[in-house]
């Protein structure tokens, strides 16, 4: 009797674990799964997400909410955890696949602001001591001034030129976290030299190399960076007025290190343009080329279809010649749709390795193949491990150049 007391609790035990550890599980995948997946519009029945073998996604759920929409379809799927625990509903857009031409070409950036952005506070001294006027009058570091008085306000010369017009009362118009504010200040005369200031460093444009991620031949497109361009000093987005892009050959790499990543160094080969930059955006900037390379062009790989495991990165190192280097994709964060951390990538190629150290400034950008199509692009490295970064999915980034094609032909966007 006793060792069957000790057999029934032994099984009760078991099954109260198994219940909490599919309880644990199920809320796992509840969070992590996104409510939204695309797929080709050939791919029917059921499917599986590469980096969890044991979660599918079957037919199901409430049926189709759309018989179709343009060259779309969209329904309803039911995402299972071993093919027999339902976990929840997904909708499913089905579309083309896009048909992209990876590159991995460095590429030089040149951009003028929207407005002028405040960097960091100057104290002047003037008859009224030393101070800084925009600071007292409420202005921060990260605001863009779009105007003074009325006038616009595209350049630091715009900006001291209108100051200068009424300097006994200013109004000036800011953006501040997507907001328009309207704040009086009182400028300091300077002893200096008598030009009339408010106290603050500012920028209106701003120059850099990074990596092509893609070209889109269908609407002479591209996409690259795989992260928006930061204002070096406060960290926030540079609003884009206008901007071009030119060829880069890198002539220099300096290796980094744990603790401190490197870069690669170039040179901008031409003052003529190679395209224009439209977009600035967390996942990258966009616009259009001018040209379009001849070289083979692979499909668009859709989040679902990533897979924990080898892969492949292009990016230049040396010249204008983009290089294939060996990586290994550790971690797919599926549901990060807004985010350019959607992957956890480590350099595992000696080449690559012995010459950068791991992932460097000016890699963002790097397109990532795998199973023979474009994933995604690196974006950041791990200061403390240089041989790790994190990257975005491919399809955040077309989702956002697919725009410009759009825009251009009176279509509406998925």
């Known amino acids: 009797m006793k060792i069957m007391k000790k057999i029934l609790s032994l099984i009760y035990f078991c099954l109260v674990s198994l219940t909490v550890v599919l309880f644990m599980q199920v809320a796992f995948y509840t969070a992590v799964i996104p409510d939204n997946f695309y797929r080709d519009k050939t791919d029917i029945g059921s499917f599986t997400l590469g980096a969890y073998p044991n979660i599918s996604v079957i037919n199901g759920g409430k049926g189709a909410i759309a018989a179709s929409a343009g060259k779309k379809s969209v329904y309803d799927m039911t995402v299972m955890l071993y093919g027999v625990i339902p976990i929840k509903d997904v ?5 083309d696949t896009p048909i992209l031409t990876p590159s991995g070409e460095a590429f030089g950036l040149k951009m003028l602001t929207d407005g002028v952005m405040v960097t960091e506070y100057g104290g002047v001294e003037g008859i009224n001591g030393f101070r800084s006027p925009a600071k007292d009058g409420g202005i921060m570091t990260g605001d863009i001034i779009i105007s003074v008085n009325g006038i616009k306000t595209e350049t630091a010369v715009q900006l001291s030129d209108a100051v200068q017009l009424n300097p006994d009362r200013t109004e000036v118009a800011v953006i501040r976290e997507g907001e328009k504010l309207i704040l009086e200040l009182t400028p300091e005369k300077s002893k200096e030299d008598g030009i009339y200031k408010l106290g603050i460093w500012t920028r209106d444009s701003c120059a850099g190399i990074g990596t092509l991620t893609y070209y889109d031949k269908m609407n002479m497109t591209y996409g690259g960076l795989g992260h928006s361009v930061c204002d070096a000093d ?21 290796k980094g290190v744990n603790g401190r990543p490197g870069e690669l160094c170039g040179s901008f080969m031409s003052a003529s343009a190679s395209g224009d930059i439209l977009l600035n955006t967390d996942c990258g ?20 279809e990533i897979e924990i495991g080898s892969a492949v990165i292009l990016t230049t190192v040396n010249g204008m010649t983009p290089e294939c280097f060996g990586i290994v994709i550790e971690k797919v964060d599926y549901n990060s749709d807004t985010s ?23 890699m963002s950008g790097s397109p990532i193949i795998q199973n023979g199509k474009l994933v995604g692009a690196v974006t950041h490295v791990f200061v403390n491990d240089i041989s790790r970064g994190y990257a975005v999915f491919a399809e955040n980034m077309y ?16």
Do not use: W, Y
């Open 91 to 95: 909708t499913v857009r089905q579309t």
């Open 399 to 414: 989702n956002i150049s697919a725009r410009l094609g759009i825009e251009e032909t009176g279509g509406q966007a998925a």
């Open 285 to 304: 900037v966009f616009g259009h080329a001018n040209s379009v390379p001849d070289k083979e062009k692979i499909p668009m790989a859709f989040k679902q």
């Open 340 to 362: 350019v951390k959607n992957m956890v990538i480590r350099i595992e190629d000696e080449r690559l390795l012995q010459k950068t150290g791991g992932i460097v400034q000016g």
């Open 234 to 254: 406060t960290g926030a987005l540079l609003p884009l007025a206008h901007g071009e892009t030119v060829p880069v050959c890198i002539n220099n790499v300096v």
